[in-house]
């Protein structure tokens, strides 16, 4: 086996035994001993990829990060008219947030931890990468005739990130009336009033 194919695959090892050990036990009680004993590697592996068990926490978190990235991805360049594909985002962003319990704690539950930076690292990482996919996907809904053809779609992709990470960040923190879904698909609702053609609004 190359250098660098065992390089990556003790990585992987270690990511796959760290994420596990966070799920099950949390951050506080998960130890580097406890990794690299079930990755089959030495601290000596471990603190080749990762500077702290801090930075192993955060790799996995944005593993998390990406696979919702992906999913929202493969929702947006779904086939159909825009609005349905906006509509199949929020049922993705729902259905993530709702079931991945290590992002809910990395974000509010164990947050002074980590001080903050995983809650900051996960905006950003959603900012920039879910903006471009929403502008993207509205400029396509106005080629197609159903996003009104008068809309800015950078600050229009901008506003529905912030509002829609916004509810996410109410129902996670604990302080949401409404579960997520509902609160999702109520804001969708509402923005679609705004955004969609007229033809749009009268089905």
Known sequence: MAEGTATSDARERLLEAA????????YRRTTVDDVT???????????LHFDSKEAAYMAVVEASLERFVEAATEA?????????????????????YGEDE????????EQH???????????QVQ????R??????????????????????????????????????AELDGTADLPLGVALASLND???????TRDRKAR
């Open 132 to 169: 471009d996919l929403l502008a993207e996907t509205l400029s396509e809904g106005k080629a197609e005739g159903t996003i009104r053809e008068s809309i800015d779609v950078e600050a229009t992709a901008a506003v529905l990130f912030e509002i829609g990470w916004a509810v996410v960040r």
């Open 113 to 123: 931890l980590v001080e903050g930076r995983v809650a900051e690292r996960a905006a």
């Open 76 to 96: 947006l360049h779904a086939e159909g008219p825009v609005p349905e594909r906006l509509r199949a985002l929020v049922e993705v962003t729902a259905r993530h």
């Open 102 to 109: 290590l992002l809910r704690a990395s974000l509010f539950g």
């Open 190 to 196: 509402l923005v679609g009033l705004g955004i969609v």
């Open 19 to 26: 994420e596990a050990h966070f799920r099950r036990y949390g």
């Open 127 to 130: 900012r920039s990468r879910i």
């Open 37 to 47: 004993r079930e990755a089959a590697t030495g601290k000596g592996s471990f603190y």
